[in-house]
């Protein structure tokens, strides 16, 4: 049944109202502070080994939120569906940045928070510094987070990150030599004996990061992933050693929110 005009028109005022308030809760759900973070290979979906520092910017600032970045994070094994790491890589490149990105869009004014672990970092790393990934096959130079987006975020946290390369000016920790990883030559020609140490995920020489101001970086030389050490607990100690100075990085970037 068609209400008569004089009726609806009526009723306009008020359902106008009763429109407004859900734009102004729009707004209102959008925080001063929200914090992305991305795990490790084969951790289950979730924060992985970055939710010490993600939980640490949490209850440092009452009412922020997080999420997780929706990736792989494989590396060939069963467990994680197969994906090889490059694979996986590129898929959290872009998924990093789509997520970013839409979530810049909707909240322009919130504090952003990078917090990546191994492989988890070097999805932002890539995403945030630029620069492509030709080792795993992905050659885009470019930024994919916007400038708007990129202004929004505060503090970048990456722990293990593959593509550490000593002498960076946000580099932490006791690595200088960058992501290598040791070719064990004898498995591939029994007559070789010797181990060839050759470059993993590295940056190259001369490389520069334009946000550099925003991140640290933490690799210890012992570190077989972003380093060229032989004691992989030490690429999983990176919250328990770093994690406060970690968290103390991100509130001097992002102040009082």
């Given amino acids: 049944m068609q209400l008569p005009t004089r009726i609806t028109l009526a009723l306009l005022p008020a359902l106008l109202a009763l429109a407004a308030p859900v734009e102004n809760l729009e ?11 991305a ?3 084969t951790a289950s979906p979730g924060y992985g080994s970055s ?3 993600v939980n640490g910017v949490l209850a440092a600032y009452p009412g922020s939120t997080a999420e997780a970045i929706n990736y792989p994070a494989c590396g060939g094994q069963a467990s994680c569906g197969g994906d ?3 694979q996986s890589l590129q898929a959290g490149i ?6 970013i990105n839409n979530y810049n869009t909707q909240c322009p004014n919130t504090k952003l928070v990078l917090v990546g672990y191994s492989q988890g ?3 932002f790393d890539v995403s945030f510094c630029g620069g492509g990934d030709p080792n795993q096959g992905y050659t885009n130079k470019a930024v994919l987070i916007t400038a708007k987006a990129v202004a929004q975020i505060k503090a970048a946290i990456f722990m293990g990150d593959p593509a550490y390369h000593y002498g960076l000016p ?3 920790g006791t690595c200088t030599a960058g992501g290598v990883r040791l070719l064990h030559l004898s498995n591939l020609q029994p007559r070789i004996s010797t181990d060839l140490k050759i470059q993993f995920d590295a940056r190259p020489a001369g490389f520069s990061c334009s946000n550099a101001s925003k991140i640290k970086s933490y690799c210890d030389a012992t570190d077989p992933y972003c380093c060229n050490g032989n004691n992989p607990a030490t690429h999983q100690g990176y919250g328990a050693e770093y994690g406060n100075q970690a968290i103390a990085f991100v509130k001097s ?3 009082a929110a």
């Fill in 27 to 37: 707004k209102r759900a959008c925080p001063n502070v929200h914090i992305f973070g």
């Fill in 39 to 41: 795990r490790e290979t």
């Fill in 51 to 53: 939710s010490t520092v």
């Fill in 84 to 86: 090889s790491y490059s």
């Fill in 94 to 99: 872009a998924a990093a940045a789509s997520a």
């Fill in 121 to 123: 970092s070097e999805i």
């Fill in 170 to 172: 946000y580099d932490v």
């Fill in 253 to 255: 970037q992002v102040g």
